[in-house]
């Protein structure tokens, strides 16, 4: 029995795209947790070592440069994600890894 609407099907090459956006914007979180995690375990105990205004002076230049390469991994993250949702033919927004 057919219903009287039955979303369409996506092509095989539409199906490809979507997997490789999806793998994309993995692996671009991916970067992005191990350059918080690189901090959190090299490169802050590190600066501990060394007196006061020379870790504020390091800890100045470090964050203005990790917060750009953090934020624009983010971003593309994100946007590459919402490229997966809307190029994969679903109605609604998904919200998870899986499918």
Known sequence: MLFAFSPPV???CMALETFMAKELALTTAAAFAGA???VS???QPARLGIDDRALLA???LS???GFAMQASLALASALIRAVG???SGATGARFSARR
């Open 41 to 43: 375990v090299a490169e």
């Open 36 to 38: 918080a995690i690189f």
């Open 10 to 12: 996506p092509s095989s």
């Open 85 to 87: 949702i809307l190029g």
């Open 58 to 60: 390091e800890w100045k």
């Open 63 to 65: 964050y203005a440069r």
